[in-house]
């Protein structure tokens, strides 16, 4: 299911993860640490892959189209046990 978000939301997501978070999902999807990264708004496709995200320019940084949320629900699972705590 996609989900539709302002990048300045994304970033803020990315920004307010705990370190060694990204570690964390890349390694339990099995994917890279710079996919992962790419997925926030990073753009090194070298070393990452693109993860089903279109940055559309916009108010409030552009709107970002999220064609796969599994690594957006799992930042937010991470922040909820986070502030839970």
């Known amino acids: 299911m ?11 997501i990315k920004d307010s993860l705990p370190d060694g978070s990204m570690h964390k999902i890349a390694d339990q999807l099995n994917v890279t640490v710079q996919t992962v990264r790419n997925y926030f708004g990073g753009s090194n496709y070298e ?33 909820e046990e986070q502030n839970s705590k």
């Open 2 to 12: 996609s989900k539709i978000i302002s990048f300045n939301e994304l970033r803020r």
């Open 47 to 79: 070393f990452g892959k693109n993860q089903g995200v279109h940055i559309e320019p916009g108010p409030d940084g552009g709107i970002v189209v999220l064609d796969d949320t599994t690594i957006y629900d799992m930042a937010i699972q991470i922040l």
